[in-house]
Protein backbone atom coordinates (compact mmCIF):
# COMPACT_ATOMS: atom_id res chain seq x y z
CA UNK A 1 0.00 0.00 0.00
CA UNK A 2 -0.66 3.46 -0.06
CA UNK A 3 -1.95 5.91 -1.69
CA UNK A 4 -3.28 8.21 0.42
CA UNK A 5 -6.77 8.69 -0.74
CA UNK A 6 -6.87 12.21 -2.59
CA UNK A 7 -10.07 14.15 -3.03
CA UNK A 8 -10.83 15.83 -6.55
CA UNK A 9 -11.05 19.06 -5.09
CA UNK A 10 -8.68 21.33 -2.67
CA UNK A 11 -11.90 22.08 -1.17
CA UNK A 12 -12.43 19.08 1.17
CA UNK A 13 -10.68 16.11 2.77
CA UNK A 14 -11.62 12.29 1.41
CA UNK A 15 -12.67 11.91 5.52
CA UNK A 16 -14.56 15.24 5.43
CA UNK A 17 -16.41 14.03 2.49
CA UNK A 18 -17.08 10.90 4.17
CA UNK A 19 -18.58 12.58 7.21
CA UNK A 20 -21.18 14.31 5.25
CA UNK A 21 -22.40 11.47 3.32
CA UNK A 22 -23.07 9.94 6.40
CA UNK A 23 -24.61 12.62 8.08
CA UNK A 24 -27.13 12.65 4.90
CA UNK A 25 -27.30 9.26 5.54
CA UNK A 26 -28.59 9.56 9.12
CA UNK A 27 -30.67 12.39 8.50
CA UNK A 28 -32.65 9.89 5.61
CA UNK A 29 -32.98 6.56 7.41
CA UNK A 30 -32.31 7.67 11.38
CA UNK A 31 -33.95 10.69 12.50
CA UNK A 32 -35.26 10.03 16.00
CA UNK A 33 -33.59 6.52 16.52
CA UNK A 34 -31.40 5.95 18.71
CA UNK A 35 -27.91 4.40 17.94
CA UNK A 36 -23.91 4.81 18.84
CA UNK A 37 -20.29 5.03 17.49
CA UNK A 38 -17.59 2.65 18.26
CA UNK A 39 -14.04 4.16 19.92
CA UNK A 40 -12.07 4.24 17.09
CA UNK A 41 -14.38 5.81 14.91
CA UNK A 42 -13.62 9.53 14.63
CA UNK A 43 -15.77 10.00 11.32
CA UNK A 44 -18.83 8.00 12.55
CA UNK A 45 -18.44 10.25 15.56
CA UNK A 46 -18.28 13.22 13.33
CA UNK A 47 -21.39 12.21 11.43
CA UNK A 48 -23.41 11.88 13.92
CA UNK A 49 -22.47 15.32 15.44
CA UNK A 50 -22.87 16.99 12.42
CA UNK A 51 -26.65 15.21 11.69
CA UNK A 52 -27.47 15.99 15.17
CA UNK A 53 -26.74 20.20 13.94
CA UNK A 54 -28.29 19.45 10.29
CA UNK A 55 -29.99 16.45 9.04
CA UNK A 56 -31.23 14.49 11.83
CA UNK A 57 -32.06 17.19 15.09
CA UNK A 58 -33.60 14.60 17.02
CA UNK A 59 -30.80 11.51 16.68
CA UNK A 60 -30.18 9.72 19.63
CA UNK A 61 -26.44 9.08 19.79
CA UNK A 62 -23.85 7.54 22.06
CA UNK A 63 -20.24 8.28 21.63
CA UNK A 64 -18.21 5.23 22.62
CA UNK A 65 -15.65 5.20 25.24
CA UNK A 66 -16.40 8.34 26.87
CA UNK A 67 -20.11 6.81 27.04
CA UNK A 68 -22.28 10.55 26.41
CA UNK A 69 -25.28 10.74 25.06
CA UNK A 70 -25.77 13.44 22.59
CA UNK A 71 -22.62 15.03 23.20
CA UNK A 72 -22.24 18.85 21.95
CA UNK A 73 -18.24 18.97 21.46
CA UNK A 74 -17.28 21.25 18.54
CA UNK A 75 -13.63 20.45 18.87
CA UNK A 76 -13.96 16.48 17.36
CA UNK A 77 -11.78 14.19 19.69
CA UNK A 78 -9.81 12.22 17.96
CA UNK A 79 -11.37 8.83 20.22
CA UNK A 80 -15.15 8.57 21.75
CA UNK A 81 -12.68 7.43 24.45
CA UNK A 82 -11.02 10.97 25.18
CA UNK A 83 -13.28 12.12 28.30
CA UNK A 84 -13.88 15.37 25.80
CA UNK A 85 -16.04 13.46 23.40
CA UNK A 86 -18.88 13.87 26.31
CA UNK A 87 -19.02 17.07 26.69
CA UNK A 88 -22.46 18.79 26.50
CA UNK A 89 -23.81 15.02 27.17
CA UNK A 90 -27.62 14.84 27.82
CA UNK A 91 -26.94 11.35 29.46
CA UNK A 92 -24.40 8.81 30.31
CA UNK A 93 -24.82 5.11 30.13
CA UNK A 94 -21.98 2.82 31.15
CA UNK A 95 -20.76 -0.38 30.06
CA UNK A 96 -23.08 -2.55 31.50
CA UNK A 97 -26.19 -0.86 29.85
CA UNK A 98 -24.41 -0.97 26.02
CA UNK A 99 -23.91 -4.76 26.39
CA UNK A 100 -27.56 -5.16 27.53
CA UNK A 101 -28.94 -3.14 25.06
CA UNK A 102 -26.67 -5.15 22.36
CA UNK A 103 -27.81 -8.23 23.74
CA UNK A 104 -31.59 -6.90 23.69
CA UNK A 105 -31.30 -5.36 20.52
CA UNK A 106 -31.98 -1.64 21.96
CA UNK A 107 -30.01 -0.14 19.54
CA UNK A 108 -31.81 1.09 16.14
CA UNK A 109 -28.32 1.95 13.89
CA UNK A 110 -24.50 1.91 14.76
CA UNK A 111 -21.42 2.11 12.65
CA UNK A 112 -18.62 -0.84 12.39
CA UNK A 113 -15.53 -1.12 10.47
CA UNK A 114 -13.29 -3.81 10.35
CA UNK A 115 -9.63 -5.21 9.32
CA UNK A 116 -11.52 -7.27 6.59
CA UNK A 117 -14.98 -6.74 5.44
CA UNK A 118 -16.17 -9.68 3.03
CA UNK A 119 -18.69 -9.09 -0.24
CA UNK A 120 -21.54 -9.86 2.43
CA UNK A 121 -20.81 -7.55 4.87
CA UNK A 122 -19.27 -9.84 7.49
CA UNK A 123 -16.47 -8.03 9.59
CA UNK A 124 -13.25 -9.67 10.89
CA UNK A 125 -11.33 -8.08 13.84
CA UNK A 126 -9.77 -11.17 14.47
CA UNK A 127 -7.07 -11.77 12.18
CA UNK A 128 -5.46 -13.07 8.96
CA UNK A 129 -3.74 -16.23 8.94
CA UNK A 130 -4.32 -19.78 11.10
CA UNK A 131 -5.45 -19.72 14.41
CA UNK A 132 -3.92 -19.43 16.97
CA UNK A 133 -0.65 -18.10 15.46
CA UNK A 134 -2.05 -15.71 13.18
CA UNK A 135 0.11 -13.87 10.40
CA UNK A 136 -1.79 -10.83 10.88
CA UNK A 137 -3.24 -10.56 14.84
CA UNK A 138 -6.39 -8.26 15.09
CA UNK A 139 -7.49 -5.70 17.55
CA UNK A 140 -10.11 -8.12 18.99
CA UNK A 141 -13.96 -8.51 18.21
CA UNK A 142 -15.03 -5.83 20.73
CA UNK A 143 -18.26 -4.20 19.82
CA UNK A 144 -18.10 -5.63 16.19
CA UNK A 145 -20.37 -8.66 17.16
CA UNK A 146 -23.37 -5.78 17.80
CA UNK A 147 -23.60 -6.04 13.48
CA UNK A 148 -25.58 -9.26 14.32
CA UNK A 149 -28.44 -7.67 17.10
CA UNK A 150 -28.60 -3.63 15.74
CA UNK A 151 -31.36 -3.22 13.58
CA UNK A 152 -29.22 -1.16 10.98
CA UNK A 153 -25.84 -1.89 11.14
CA UNK A 154 -23.49 0.25 8.72
CA UNK A 155 -19.87 -0.73 8.10
CA UNK A 156 -17.34 2.06 7.00
CA UNK A 157 -13.38 1.51 6.00
CA UNK A 158 -11.02 4.45 5.65
CA UNK A 159 -8.73 1.62 3.93
CA UNK A 160 -10.57 0.75 0.50
CA UNK A 161 -8.51 -2.17 -0.67
CA UNK A 162 -7.86 -5.59 -2.23
CA UNK A 163 -6.31 -6.92 1.22
CA UNK A 164 -9.35 -5.12 2.98
CA UNK A 165 -12.50 -5.37 1.02
CA UNK A 166 -11.68 -9.22 0.61
CA UNK A 167 -14.14 -11.96 -0.84
CA UNK A 168 -14.63 -13.87 2.30
CA UNK A 169 -12.98 -12.73 6.13
CA UNK A 170 -11.00 -15.14 7.24
CA UNK A 171 -12.56 -15.32 10.56
CA UNK A 172 -16.18 -13.24 11.76
CA UNK A 173 -16.32 -11.17 14.49
CA UNK A 174 -19.17 -9.29 13.07
CA UNK A 175 -21.73 -10.72 11.17
CA UNK A 176 -23.46 -9.09 7.80
CA UNK A 177 -25.41 -11.09 5.31
CA UNK A 178 -22.87 -14.76 6.12
CA UNK A 179 -23.23 -15.96 2.96
CA UNK A 180 -25.48 -14.37 1.63
CA UNK A 181 -29.50 -14.94 0.74
CA UNK A 182 -31.35 -15.37 3.62
CA UNK A 183 -28.35 -16.90 5.20
CA UNK A 184 -28.07 -14.56 8.32
CA UNK A 185 -31.50 -15.05 10.00
CA UNK A 186 -30.66 -18.85 10.64
CA UNK A 187 -27.88 -17.39 12.71
CA UNK A 188 -28.93 -14.25 14.22
CA UNK A 189 -32.38 -12.58 15.66
CA UNK A 190 -34.67 -11.93 12.63
CA UNK A 191 -35.35 -8.68 13.92
CA UNK A 192 -32.61 -7.10 12.64
CA UNK A 193 -32.16 -5.50 8.45
CA UNK A 194 -28.37 -6.75 8.05
CA UNK A 195 -25.49 -4.01 6.98
CA UNK A 196 -27.27 -0.79 4.90
CA UNK A 197 -24.00 0.65 3.27
CA UNK A 198 -20.42 0.49 3.68
CA UNK A 199 -18.68 4.26 3.17
CA UNK A 200 -14.96 4.13 1.90
CA UNK A 201 -12.72 6.33 0.80
CA UNK A 202 -13.83 5.83 -3.18
CA UNK A 203 -17.36 4.97 -2.90
CA UNK A 204 -20.57 4.13 -1.28
CA UNK A 205 -21.75 0.70 -1.65
CA UNK A 206 -25.09 -1.45 -0.23
CA UNK A 207 -25.94 -5.09 -0.85
CA UNK A 208 -28.20 -6.27 -3.71
CA UNK A 209 -31.82 -7.01 -1.68
CA UNK A 210 -31.71 -10.84 -3.05
CA UNK A 211 -28.39 -11.67 -3.18
CA UNK A 212 -27.09 -9.73 -0.17
CA UNK A 213 -23.67 -9.22 -2.36
CA UNK A 214 -22.34 -5.95 -2.22
CA UNK A 215 -23.38 -3.72 -4.67
CA UNK A 216 -21.85 -0.15 -5.80
CA UNK A 217 -24.16 2.73 -4.88
CA UNK A 218 -21.89 5.92 -5.35
CA UNK A 219 -18.26 6.62 -6.48
CA UNK A 220 -17.12 9.35 -4.58
CA UNK A 221 -15.69 12.52 -7.22
CA UNK A 222 -11.84 11.92 -8.93
CA UNK A 223 -12.33 7.84 -9.20
CA UNK A 224 -14.87 5.88 -11.37
CA UNK A 225 -16.44 2.64 -10.61
CA UNK A 226 -13.58 0.62 -12.68
CA UNK A 227 -11.02 2.53 -10.07
CA UNK A 228 -13.22 0.85 -7.42
CA UNK A 229 -13.57 -2.83 -8.55
CA UNK A 230 -9.41 -2.65 -9.26
CA UNK A 231 -9.14 -1.96 -5.63
CA UNK A 232 -12.04 -4.72 -4.09
CA UNK A 233 -10.72 -8.06 -3.67
CA UNK A 234 -14.17 -9.48 -5.18
CA UNK A 235 -16.63 -8.44 -7.91
CA UNK A 236 -18.87 -5.90 -7.32
CA UNK A 237 -22.39 -6.03 -8.14
CA UNK A 238 -22.29 -3.08 -10.62
CA UNK A 239 -25.77 -1.12 -11.52
CA UNK A 240 -26.01 -0.19 -14.75
CA UNK A 241 -25.23 3.36 -14.26
CA UNK A 242 -23.37 4.45 -10.91
CA UNK A 243 -23.50 7.92 -9.62
CA UNK A 244 -21.38 10.32 -8.16
CA UNK A 245 -21.53 11.02 -4.61
CA UNK A 246 -22.54 14.61 -4.11
CA UNK A 247 -19.68 16.79 -2.76
CA UNK A 248 -20.03 18.40 0.12
CA UNK A 249 -22.06 22.04 0.40
CA UNK A 250 -20.88 24.98 1.35
CA UNK A 251 -22.72 24.67 4.37
CA UNK A 252 -22.25 21.22 5.08
CA UNK A 253 -18.76 21.92 5.51
CA UNK A 254 -19.41 25.37 6.94
CA UNK A 255 -20.98 23.70 10.15
CA UNK A 256 -18.56 20.45 10.06
CA UNK A 257 -15.79 22.79 10.00
CA UNK A 258 -16.88 25.72 12.94
CA UNK A 259 -19.23 23.55 15.15
CA UNK A 260 -17.99 19.77 14.81
CA UNK A 261 -14.56 19.74 14.18
CA UNK A 262 -12.72 23.40 14.66
CA UNK A 263 -8.95 22.16 15.04
CA UNK A 264 -9.66 20.45 11.72
CA UNK A 265 -9.21 16.61 12.90
CA UNK A 266 -10.91 15.40 10.09
CA UNK A 267 -8.47 17.21 7.24
CA UNK A 268 -5.70 14.93 9.09
CA UNK A 269 -7.05 11.51 9.38
CA UNK A 270 -5.58 8.93 7.37
CA UNK A 271 -7.74 7.74 4.34
CA UNK A 272 -5.83 5.06 1.97
CA UNK A 273 -6.38 3.31 -1.72
CA UNK A 274 -5.01 0.26 -2.45
CA UNK B 1 -10.73 7.35 70.61
CA UNK B 2 -9.49 4.99 67.75
CA UNK B 3 -8.53 5.73 64.46
CA UNK B 4 -9.01 3.66 61.22
CA UNK B 5 -6.20 2.19 59.90
CA UNK B 6 -4.28 3.62 56.89
CA UNK B 7 -3.93 1.86 53.61
CA UNK B 8 -1.04 4.36 52.36
CA UNK B 9 1.99 2.04 51.00
CA UNK B 10 5.23 3.48 48.27
CA UNK B 11 4.56 2.78 45.10
CA UNK B 12 6.95 0.04 45.26
CA UNK B 13 5.30 -1.66 47.86
CA UNK B 14 2.52 -1.47 45.87
CA UNK B 15 4.73 -3.26 42.97
CA UNK B 16 5.64 -5.79 44.98
CA UNK B 17 2.14 -6.93 46.25
CA UNK B 18 0.93 -6.76 42.53
CA UNK B 19 3.62 -9.10 41.09
CA UNK B 20 2.73 -11.93 44.13
CA UNK B 21 -0.70 -12.62 42.18
CA UNK B 22 -1.24 -14.50 38.72
CA UNK B 23 -4.27 -13.01 37.79
CA UNK B 24 -4.44 -9.39 37.52
CA UNK B 25 -7.47 -7.25 36.09
CA UNK B 26 -7.80 -3.50 34.55
CA UNK B 27 -10.02 -0.73 34.08
CA UNK B 28 -10.33 2.52 32.01
CA UNK B 29 -10.66 2.33 28.33
CA UNK B 30 -8.41 2.97 25.46
CA UNK B 31 -5.65 5.27 26.30
CA UNK B 32 -7.58 6.69 29.70
CA UNK B 33 -7.16 6.36 32.94
CA UNK B 34 -4.94 3.10 32.97
CA UNK B 35 -3.39 2.37 36.21
CA UNK B 36 0.20 2.74 34.51
CA UNK B 37 2.60 3.75 37.60
CA UNK B 38 0.98 0.77 39.51
CA UNK B 39 1.99 -1.23 36.07
CA UNK B 40 5.73 -0.09 36.03
CA UNK B 41 5.91 -0.59 39.30
CA UNK B 42 4.75 -4.15 38.94
CA UNK B 43 7.08 -4.49 35.96
CA UNK B 44 10.21 -3.48 38.01
CA UNK B 45 9.12 -5.87 41.13
CA UNK B 46 9.42 -9.10 38.57
CA UNK B 47 5.71 -9.31 37.94
CA UNK B 48 5.85 -12.95 35.14
CA UNK B 49 3.93 -15.42 34.14
CA UNK B 50 0.10 -12.93 34.42
CA UNK B 51 -2.61 -13.65 33.01
CA UNK B 52 -4.53 -10.22 32.21
CA UNK B 53 -8.32 -9.46 32.51
CA UNK B 54 -8.35 -5.82 30.75
CA UNK B 55 -11.40 -3.70 30.54
CA UNK B 56 -13.30 -3.82 26.82
CA UNK B 57 -10.97 -1.81 25.47
CA UNK B 58 -7.26 -1.75 26.35
CA UNK B 59 -4.12 -0.02 24.68
CA UNK B 60 -0.72 0.60 26.66
CA UNK B 61 -1.85 -0.59 29.48
CA UNK B 62 -2.22 -4.61 28.70
CA UNK B 63 0.63 -3.73 25.78
CA UNK B 64 3.82 -2.26 28.19
CA UNK B 65 3.35 -5.60 30.36
CA UNK B 66 2.87 -8.04 27.37
CA UNK B 67 5.91 -6.23 25.59
CA UNK B 68 7.66 -6.35 29.11
CA UNK B 69 7.15 -10.31 29.19
CA UNK B 70 5.50 -10.57 32.15
CA UNK B 71 1.86 -11.77 30.84
CA UNK B 72 0.87 -15.80 29.39
CA UNK B 73 -2.67 -15.40 29.06
CA UNK B 74 -4.53 -12.35 27.53
CA UNK B 75 -8.65 -12.35 28.00
CA UNK B 76 -8.98 -10.38 24.74
CA UNK B 77 -11.64 -7.84 23.66
CA UNK B 78 -9.98 -5.04 21.97
CA UNK B 79 -6.50 -3.96 22.41
CA UNK B 80 -5.29 -1.22 19.78
CA UNK B 81 -3.61 2.37 19.54
CA UNK B 82 -6.92 3.27 17.97
CA UNK B 83 -5.45 6.34 14.95
CA UNK B 84 -1.61 4.59 15.56
CA UNK B 85 -2.43 1.66 14.91
CA UNK B 86 -2.25 -1.53 16.07
CA UNK B 87 -0.74 -3.01 19.55
CA UNK B 88 2.44 -3.63 18.78
CA UNK B 89 3.80 -5.72 22.15
CA UNK B 90 0.79 -7.90 21.65
CA UNK B 91 0.68 -8.56 18.13
CA UNK B 92 4.56 -9.73 18.07
CA UNK B 93 3.45 -11.75 21.36
CA UNK B 94 0.55 -13.43 19.42
CA UNK B 95 2.48 -13.95 16.01
CA UNK B 96 5.78 -15.25 17.64
CA UNK B 97 3.50 -17.73 19.82
CA UNK B 98 4.21 -16.25 23.24
CA UNK B 99 0.82 -15.58 24.24
CA UNK B 100 -2.05 -17.44 24.93
CA UNK B 101 -5.25 -15.16 24.13
CA UNK B 102 -8.51 -16.31 25.27
CA UNK B 103 -10.80 -14.49 21.92
CA UNK B 104 -13.35 -12.89 23.59
CA UNK B 105 -15.33 -9.75 23.03
CA UNK B 106 -17.32 -6.97 25.12
CA UNK B 107 -19.95 -9.22 26.13
CA UNK B 108 -17.74 -12.25 27.32
CA UNK B 109 -15.14 -9.41 29.55
CA UNK B 110 -18.13 -7.40 30.35
CA UNK B 111 -20.48 -10.15 31.66
CA UNK B 112 -17.85 -12.63 32.59
CA UNK B 113 -16.76 -10.13 35.23
CA UNK B 114 -20.12 -8.89 36.05
CA UNK B 115 -20.45 -12.60 36.93
CA UNK B 116 -17.87 -13.26 39.29
CA UNK B 117 -18.89 -9.69 40.95
CA UNK B 118 -22.30 -11.13 41.51
CA UNK B 119 -20.79 -15.00 42.52
CA UNK B 120 -23.18 -16.49 39.68
CA UNK B 121 -21.24 -19.25 38.13
CA UNK B 122 -21.98 -17.80 34.16
CA UNK B 123 -24.30 -15.31 32.17
CA UNK B 124 -26.05 -17.00 29.67
CA UNK B 125 -26.66 -15.00 26.68
CA UNK B 126 -29.12 -15.81 23.38
CA UNK B 127 -26.97 -17.91 20.77
CA UNK B 128 -28.19 -15.61 18.50
CA UNK B 129 -25.80 -12.75 19.54
CA UNK B 130 -22.56 -15.65 18.80
CA UNK B 131 -23.76 -18.18 16.11
CA UNK B 132 -23.04 -15.65 13.46
CA UNK B 133 -19.35 -15.60 14.69
CA UNK B 134 -16.40 -17.45 15.30
CA UNK B 135 -15.59 -16.85 18.79
CA UNK B 136 -17.84 -20.06 19.96
CA UNK B 137 -15.55 -22.06 17.75
CA UNK B 138 -12.34 -20.17 18.72
CA UNK B 139 -12.95 -19.94 22.09
CA UNK B 140 -13.76 -23.25 24.09
CA UNK B 141 -15.13 -21.07 27.58
CA UNK B 142 -18.01 -19.87 25.60
CA UNK B 143 -20.22 -23.53 26.06
CA UNK B 144 -23.50 -23.95 24.48
CA UNK B 145 -26.31 -24.89 26.94
CA UNK B 146 -29.80 -25.01 26.87
CA UNK B 147 -32.31 -22.46 28.65
CA UNK B 148 -33.92 -25.04 31.47
CA UNK B 149 -36.88 -23.09 31.19
CA UNK B 150 -37.42 -22.63 27.93
CA UNK B 151 -35.05 -25.12 25.66
CA UNK B 152 -33.84 -22.19 23.70
CA UNK B 153 -30.27 -22.81 23.11
CA UNK B 154 -27.58 -20.21 24.76
CA UNK B 155 -23.72 -19.48 24.97
CA UNK B 156 -22.17 -19.80 28.80
CA UNK B 157 -19.94 -17.04 29.34
CA UNK B 158 -17.91 -17.49 32.80
CA UNK B 159 -16.90 -16.29 35.67
CA UNK B 160 -13.99 -14.09 35.16
CA UNK B 161 -12.30 -14.04 38.91
CA UNK B 162 -9.25 -11.95 39.54
CA UNK B 163 -6.69 -12.41 42.21
CA UNK B 164 -5.74 -8.41 42.10
CA UNK B 165 -7.61 -5.90 40.31
CA UNK B 166 -5.43 -2.73 39.91
CA UNK B 167 -6.79 0.77 39.15
CA UNK B 168 -6.01 4.79 39.08
CA UNK B 169 -8.44 6.96 40.85
CA UNK B 170 -8.30 11.21 40.39
CA UNK B 171 -9.27 11.20 44.45
CA UNK B 172 -8.84 8.24 46.95
CA UNK B 173 -8.92 8.80 50.91
CA UNK B 174 -6.40 6.92 52.86
CA UNK B 175 -9.26 4.12 53.21
CA UNK B 176 -9.46 3.71 49.49
CA UNK B 177 -12.98 5.60 49.44
CA UNK B 178 -12.24 5.93 45.53
CA UNK B 179 -13.24 8.55 42.93
CA UNK B 180 -13.09 7.96 39.08
CA UNK B 181 -13.81 10.84 37.04
CA UNK B 182 -15.04 10.08 33.15
CA UNK B 183 -15.04 6.81 31.61
CA UNK B 184 -18.29 3.71 31.67
CA UNK B 185 -18.10 2.47 35.10
CA UNK B 186 -16.52 -0.74 34.73
CA UNK B 187 -14.39 -0.18 37.77
CA UNK B 188 -16.88 -0.83 40.68
CA UNK B 189 -17.59 -4.55 39.30
CA UNK B 190 -13.90 -5.45 37.90
CA UNK B 191 -13.10 -4.41 42.06
CA UNK B 192 -15.82 -6.89 43.03
CA UNK B 193 -14.69 -9.59 40.65
CA UNK B 194 -10.82 -9.62 42.10
CA UNK B 195 -9.85 -10.88 45.72
CA UNK B 196 -7.83 -7.67 46.46
CA UNK B 197 -7.68 -4.47 44.83
CA UNK B 198 -5.11 -1.89 44.79
CA UNK B 199 -5.49 2.00 43.98
CA UNK B 200 -3.06 4.51 42.61
CA UNK B 201 -4.59 8.17 42.92
CA UNK B 202 -3.55 12.03 41.75
CA UNK B 203 -4.54 13.08 44.69
CA UNK B 204 -4.99 11.41 48.06
CA UNK B 205 -8.12 13.49 49.98
CA UNK B 206 -8.85 13.41 53.47
CA UNK B 207 -12.33 11.47 54.77
CA UNK B 208 -13.77 14.42 55.75
CA UNK B 209 -13.42 15.40 51.64
CA UNK B 210 -14.94 12.09 51.08
CA UNK B 211 -18.20 12.39 53.21
CA UNK B 212 -18.63 15.64 51.76
CA UNK B 213 -18.62 14.34 48.29
CA UNK B 214 -20.26 11.11 48.69
CA UNK B 215 -22.14 11.08 45.64
CA UNK B 216 -19.13 11.13 43.64
CA UNK B 217 -17.30 8.48 45.14
CA UNK B 218 -17.36 5.52 42.56
CA UNK B 219 -16.16 2.55 44.70
CA UNK B 220 -16.06 1.54 48.53
CA UNK B 221 -12.84 1.43 50.04
CA UNK B 222 -13.89 -2.05 52.00
CA UNK B 223 -12.13 -4.36 49.27
CA UNK B 224 -9.12 -2.04 48.71
CA UNK B 225 -5.78 -3.33 50.36
CA UNK B 226 -3.67 -0.36 49.04
CA UNK B 227 -3.51 2.79 48.32
CA UNK B 228 -0.74 5.05 46.30
CA UNK B 229 -0.30 8.32 46.00
CA UNK B 230 0.82 8.62 42.42
CA UNK B 231 0.63 11.98 40.85
CA UNK B 232 0.24 11.59 36.83
CA UNK B 233 -0.18 7.84 37.67
CA UNK B 234 -2.12 7.48 34.62
CA UNK B 235 0.49 8.78 32.24
CA UNK B 236 0.59 8.42 28.98
CA UNK B 237 -2.98 7.69 29.10
CA UNK B 238 -5.43 10.90 30.06
CA UNK B 239 -7.00 11.36 33.38
CA UNK B 240 -9.95 12.42 33.08
CA UNK B 241 -10.22 16.48 34.46
CA UNK B 242 -7.05 16.57 34.93
CA UNK B 243 -4.68 15.68 32.25
CA UNK B 244 -5.25 14.32 28.17
CA UNK B 245 -3.25 11.50 27.41
CA UNK B 246 0.48 12.19 25.82
CA UNK B 247 0.34 11.33 22.40
CA UNK B 248 3.66 12.41 21.30
CA UNK B 249 5.05 9.89 24.61
CA UNK B 250 2.45 6.85 22.74
CA UNK B 251 4.09 7.26 19.65
CA UNK B 252 7.30 6.84 21.24
CA UNK B 253 6.20 3.50 22.72
CA UNK B 254 4.51 2.55 20.02
CA UNK B 255 7.85 3.18 17.41
CA UNK B 256 10.04 1.26 19.97
CA UNK B 257 8.07 -1.68 20.63
CA UNK B 258 7.45 -2.10 16.85
CA UNK B 259 11.20 -1.67 15.90
CA UNK B 260 11.78 -3.89 18.07
CA UNK B 261 13.61 -1.65 21.13
CA UNK B 262 11.00 -2.34 23.57
CA UNK B 263 14.51 -2.41 25.93
CA UNK B 264 15.31 1.64 25.10
CA UNK B 265 11.95 2.42 26.35
CA UNK B 266 11.92 0.04 29.43
CA UNK B 267 14.93 1.77 30.64
CA UNK B 268 13.92 4.63 30.15
CA UNK B 269 10.44 5.17 31.39
CA UNK B 270 9.78 1.83 33.30
CA UNK B 271 13.17 1.58 34.75
CA UNK B 272 13.21 4.55 37.78
CA UNK B 273 12.14 3.60 40.53
CA UNK B 274 9.99 6.37 41.74
CA UNK B 275 6.97 8.49 40.16
CA UNK B 276 9.03 11.29 40.75
CA UNK B 277 11.58 9.85 38.87
CA UNK B 278 9.53 8.84 36.44
CA UNK B 279 8.19 12.37 36.05
CA UNK B 280 11.91 13.66 35.64
CA UNK B 281 12.21 11.73 32.18
CA UNK B 282 8.83 13.02 30.68
CA UNK B 283 9.68 16.43 31.88
CA UNK B 284 7.74 19.23 33.35
CA UNK B 285 6.72 21.25 30.30
CA UNK B 286 5.14 18.39 28.90
CA UNK B 287 3.22 17.64 31.98
CA UNK B 288 1.82 21.10 32.44
CA UNK B 289 0.90 21.21 28.48
CA UNK B 290 -1.45 17.90 29.10
CA UNK B 291 -3.21 19.96 31.76
CA UNK B 292 -4.93 21.86 29.16
CA UNK B 293 -6.12 19.04 27.26
CA UNK B 294 -7.86 17.73 30.39
Known amino acids: ?172 SGPGYISGGTSRWD ?14 PMAILDFDPDSKRMRLKSVHPGYSADDVQKNTGFELVMPASVPMTAAPTAEELFVLRRHVDRDGVLKNVRATIG | MAEPRSKVVSLDEAGRMIAQHKVISLAGSHSVNS ?37 DTFYLSYIGFETLGFAPGFRAAVESGKLKVIEGDEPFVLLGTRAAAGGWPFIPVPAG ?106 HPTASPGVYGADEPHLKIYFDAVRKGETKSYLDRFVAPKTQAEYLDQVGLETLFALQENA
Open chain 2, 129 to 234: VYDGTDLPRLNPLLKKIKDPHTGADCYAIPALHADCCILHAQECDELGNAQFWGGNNQEPDKAAAAKTVIISTERIVSIDHTRKHVDRVTLPGHKVAAVVHAPYGA
Open chain 1, 187 to 200: KVQNTTDGPQLLFS
Open chain 1, 1 to 172: MAEAAKSASNDYSIPELMTVAMARVLGEREDGKLGGVGAAAVVPMAAARLAALTTAPNLWWFCGGASGLNPTFDRLPKSSADPRAALGSTGKKNMLDVVDMGITGGWDWGFNGGLQIDMYGNINMIGIGTYPQLKVRGPGTVGTIWTGTLRRPYLYTMHHASRVLVEKCDYI
Open chain 2, 35 to 71: PMALIRAAIRNGATGLTIIPPVTTAIAADLMIAAGCV
